[in-house]
């Protein structure tokens, strides 16, 4: 029967070449510009760890003094000062810390003809790797020893060694950093997550780090800080705070590998602000926040206003375009009622009728949904083409191919639902005797 | 031209119509507010900058390794830069307004023992010369003695130790910020406190100098400091020239300061124009996306128009023939289709108004747009009453065309 339905459907479209077309041009758009957009928001709001990122957390403190403090509505800090991140990292309170910044330096590769360059740079603690479940396609990462002995040693982004060693195995050759040599010890395979969750002060898409130097080594041969400094009460706020001043620039993660530690995570972190703030250097009382991956990206906003804003419109879109289609399915199935009327009256159910109409319509939303995903995919390419950061990374992966003929077929169903059934209710006898 | 008839048509097509004027509201309201979103951006990609535009370019430097010697070596840069034949005026700057990068804030205060800040204002840092450089105006008070700059390492380590004496002590703002402070007052020799409440002495102001960013703190809200700044320290140089001459002279610029050093790296080499351009990109392709949603919206709307016109037309034939065969013209047809249009049109933009108001107010709470000024609504109906007509014109011309004879014709 259902065969026999669509042999009806796609007789019927060819009839009626006009109409079929603008029902099917109205949804192709319809579910074209929807589908750019959802498929842009579903791969910024992305988790940029699965699986890992619900044991990954970010503590918040607020280490400032009391000016500009409303109890209650004053956020903590976004980032930890020096001393905090230090204090918090050498309590080794969680099943693993990472203290970390963002730099830039200068890479000066040696013989080969390429000039010096400026390179994205992390500088973190030994956690970062294990923590944050880096693959390494040569070597290893370091560990707390080589940050302890402020060791010259590096790791470097598969893209760099790319560019540098052509892609072998680099680990255990020198690389000229900020005028200073670093033996690499690991190279990281494919590891790019988004959104840049562990740093939002820098980009928060597409971010493409290429250096990672422990901690305490960059701060000894200088290399310059890049990020956001937030500083209070008479802090300067130049590009590389001093290690005293009342500035916040560093993040501070910790894995906590169950809810019952993030508990006690979080009365750590109210007993460290209230034992910071008998000391006198705190002057609020304890304000902790203990978030982790998804609700740090939520807290932060990361999807772009503009983003949404557009998938709003494209769905705005979309409804007018089934409003639309409705309309023009109800004028094509009327038009058709000494048809329907003919097959009434020669015993077919009003059950056979509507189901006939429905297929009709879901074979337009169909067609409409081919066009759909061809014009999402050139809706993409327009996408890629803007300036945003996160612009490359607008691509169709499978779950949103099938979203896509999924919301085509629910859609044209939605729009053949009134006109199949006006069109059911017409009087067989009425129609027969007008012939 | 009698309405009773063409309502009373309608009612038997309640369904149709209704659907019709749905598509027409949806459309009206999402036609509205896109087309004030486009005007936003507009505005923000046209804000003035408060700085000779076209006759600037900015040269970023990133030096390797540890500098010691960093004051000396932008002096020695400076001076081989303005010899550069076409360069007017060069000196450093810490930001520029409207430009990616990061940008420098702090919390001005009018009293020194309030709780909560007065303003957050962008802080502008440069060498001597840095007003004559930008062409920012002054519009009252005085520029910085060339003995009252201090270097900015020595500021920063002077606020750290809490010794006003290594600070600068007095600063210039921007017009805006004044009136801000002080409307309908001088600003002039007024004092506004940093940090622990270090004073500053207002000296100068200026016509208008934008932010780098945080617009939504109030663009205008920009102070100007006598602190030199280095390379190494994130600052850029900025050269004044003729427009016609920016490329010539970036491009020896350039070239100077790699001869002078070069174990260098340049981050940023631009004429002010292209920093402007690349900093509104994403505003200039949002405006170009909401162009293109209002294109579809109205095309798809007018096709519709089309679709059902047509279908009534043709479902309406014998009528039309009957009425030709009574004695009614062409003319009469062709109106009575445009009138039913236009009462459709009429009921959607109605509706319309309505709902664009809501998402109005939706987007307000959301994404801190404005309140829809009022003159959108009548715009809005004009542009949509117009396009229904044209919509329309096709189907009603083939009904005009019905000849009478088909009255007596069985279907």
């Known amino acids: ?435 | 031209m009698e309405l009773r008839p063409i309502l009373s048509t309608l009612r038997r097509h309640k369904v149709t119509s209704w659907l019709l004027v749905l598509e027409i509201a949806l459309t009206c309201a999402i036609v509205c507010n896109a087309v004030f979103m486009i005007g936003q951006r507009l505005h923000r990609m046209n804000l003035p900058s408060g700085v000779a535009e076209h006759q600037l370019l900015q040269i970023q430097l990133g030096g390797i390794g540890p500098k010691s010697d960093a004051d000396a070596q932008t002096e020695t840069d400076l001076a081989a830069l303005r010899q550069i034949p076409g360069v007017r005026q060069a000196t450093m700057t810490n930001q520029l307004p409207f430009s990616f990068g990061s940008d420098s804030n702090g919390t001005l205060m009018l009293d020194p023992h309030q709780q909560q800040g007065t303003a957050q204002v962008a802080q502008y840092m440069g060498g001597v010369g840095l007003l004559a450089t930008l062409g920012t105006r002054l519009i009252a008070g005085r520029d910085f003695e060339p003995g009252e700059y201090v270097d900015f390492d020595a500021a920063v380590q002077a606020l750290h130790d809490d010794n006003t004496r290594g600070l600068p002590q007095d600063l210039i703002i921007t017009r805006g910020l004044a009136e801000r402070l002080w409307p309908g007052e001088s600003a002039l020799g007024k004092t506004v406190y940093f940090g622990k409440a270090l004073p500053f002495r207002v000296i100068g102001v200026v016509a208008n100098l934008a932010r780098p960013k945080n617009h939504w703190d109030g663009v205008e809200y920009s102070t100007l400091w006598p602190i030199r700044m280095t390379s190494a320290e994130g600052a850029s140089y900025i050269l004044r020239t003729a427009p016609q001459d920016r490329q010539a002279v970036l491009k020896a610029a350039v070239a100077k300061l790699k001869q002078l050093d070069p174990n260098r790296v340049v981050l940023v080499k631009r004429t002010y124009d292209e920093a402007r351009h690349e900093y509104f990109a994403n505003d200039r392709a949002m405006a170009g996306i909401l162009v293109g949603v209002i294109a579809a919206l109205l095309i798809v709307t007018a096709l519709g128009i089309v679709g059902l016109a047509s279908f009534w037309v043709g479902q309406r034939r014998r009528t039309i023939g009957v009425r030709r065969a009574l004695g009614a013209t062409r003319g009469d047809i062709l109106r009575y289709f445009l009138t039913e249009n236009f009462l459709l049109a009429g009921f959607g933009i109605a509706l319309g108004m309505v709902l664009a108001y809501g998402m109005n107010l939706f987007l307000m709470v959301h994404y801190e747009l404005p309140r829809l000024p009022g003159i959108y609504f009548p715009v809005g109906a004009a542009v949509l009453w117009i396009i229904g007509q044209c919509a329309v014109l096709g189907p009603a011309l083939r009904a005009a065309n019905v000849p009478p004879v088909v009255a007596t014709r069985s279907v």
């Open chain 1, 1 to 435: 029967m259902f065969r026999y339905y669509i042999d009806l459907a796609l007789r019927s479209l060819g009839r009626n070449k006009v109409l079929t077309a603008l029902m099917v041009l109205a949804i192709a758009l319809g579910i074209g510009a929807s589908m750019t957009t959802l498929t842009v928001l579903h791969v910024l709001s992305g988790d940029p760890l699965p699986g890992r990122s619900g044991t990954l957390y970010y503590p918040q403190i607020d280490p400032r003094d009391s000016q500009g403090y409303l109890p209650g509505k004053t956020p903590p800090m976004d980032q930890v000062t020096w001393t905090d991140g230090m204090n918090l990292l050498r309590a080794k309170r969680a099943d693993r810390q990472a203290l970390m910044t963002g730099g830039d330096v200068a890479v000066q590769p040696g013989e080969s003809t390429l000039d010096p360059f400026y390179e994205d740079a992390r500088f973190t603690t030994a956690g970062f790797f294990p923590m944050f479940g880096v693959p390494f396609a040569y070597g290893h990462a370091w560990g707390g020893a080589e940050d302890e002995a402020h060791a010259r040693v590096a790791v470097i982004s598969s893209t760099l060694n790319d560019k540098l060693f052509g892609g072998k195995d680099s680990t255990g050759q020198t690389l000229r950093l900020s005028g200073t040599d670093f033996r690499i010890v690991g190279v990281i395979g494919d590891w790019n997550p988004n959104p840049h969750f562990y740093d939002l002060d820098r980009a928060s898409y597409n971010e493409d780090e290429g250096v990672y130097v422990p901690l305490s080594t960059s701060q000894d041969v200088g290399m310059n800080h890049d990020g956001n400094v937030e500083c209070w009460g008479n802090g300067g706020n130049g590009i590389n705070p001093i290690h005293d001043s009342p500035c916040t620039w560093l993040q501070f993660w910790v894995q906590l590998d169950s809810p019952a530690k993030a508990t006690a995570y979080r009365q750590f972190l109210v007993n460290y602000s209230e034992q910071q703030k008998a000391l006198g250097r705190f002057q609020r009382p304890p304000n902790v926040q203990l978030r982790n991956v998804m609700q740090w990206l939520d807290y932060n906003q990361v999807v772009p206003d503009d983003v949404r804003l557009q998938n709003g419109l494209a769905f705005g879109f979309l409804l007018v375009c089934l409003v639309n289609t409705v309309g023009l399915m109800l004028a094509k199935f009327l038009r058709r009622a000494g048809e329907l009327g003919v097959r009434r009256a020669l015993g077919a159910s009003k059950r056979a009728l509507f189901a006939q109409l429905l297929v009709e319509a879901g074979v337009v939303g169909m067609v409409g949904g081919v066009g759909g995903l061809l014009l999402a995919f050139a809706g993409l390419w327009l996408v890629r083409q803007q300036p945003a950061s996160y612009a490359a990374l607008a691509h169709l992966d499978p779950a949103m191919l099938l979203a896509t003929f999924l919301l085509a077929l629910g859609a044209s169903l939605l729009a053949g639902l009134l006109p199949a059934w006006r069109a059911c209710q017409i009087a067989p006898a009425l129609q027969l005797k007008s012939q």
